[in-house]
């Protein structure tokens, strides 16, 4: 008789249409054990794996319940250090994630969520950082989700900003994100935000190292929005802006370190 694992892995397994909730139920099992067990999910590649990737490409409505759990154990699976580059390698999670993180619908919420979680996961892993930033599906969601300014899509831009502000970790990519138009504005735009000092503090982290490149040290200043935001930032009241005042601050001490910059900046005194 089959065990636990081989019945869940089977449910979650079901293409027929008639079997949707069956499926559905497997799906959730299968998320709950993610928490725990995301590591022999993933290396199980012809079970629990292929159940959960199929699941995730599904596009029918009728099965956003069982998209959305697919998409919550792939998050697990990114959340382990070891998988992450395997998953960015494999097509089938590459399209999985991508397909997640671009989801528009409205019941497609948490969908989005757990995609855009799985590639700021991705994001934080060094060795695939760049292969991410220049694949245009994976830029495009990104940078998408961190432009989102509904209220209701509050936490989706805030993961979004984060994977941007993963990405801006890597030094060789500091010049491309602030020259990228919409990755520019919605950090601009999230540094202006009222709604939530962790949204403005990953902006102002982005800010700060973007501000350390030395290719963007001119453009930022001349930037007026930028080197106005740079500016309030210091002068951010209360506990939560903290570390805003700090990377504002860091921010500008970048861009003095540049020599063509620093009679500008002294000779900038307005209020």
Known sequence: ???ARAALVAAASHHAPE??????YGLAALQNLSSEEAESMWQDEGGA????LQAALLTDDADVKARACATLVMHSFARVPANRSAMWQDSGARAAALMAASASGSIELEVRESGLLVLCHLASEAAIAEKIWKDIEARSAIVKGAQLIE???????LIA???VQELASVAALRADIWCDEGARAAVLAAAAATNSSRLRESAYRILLACSSDKDNKELMWADEATRAMMCSGVQCDGAAYR?????AAGSLQNLTSAPRLKNLVWADVEV
């Open 1 to 3: 008789a089959a065990g």
């Open 19 to 24: 079997a949707r909730e069956a499926r559905a």
């Open 49 to 52: 794996r292929l159940a959960v």
């Open 151 to 157: 209220p209701h899509n509050l936490r989706n831009r």
């Open 161 to 163: 900003l984060r994977a």
């Open 243 to 247: 570390r805003v005042r700090i990377c």
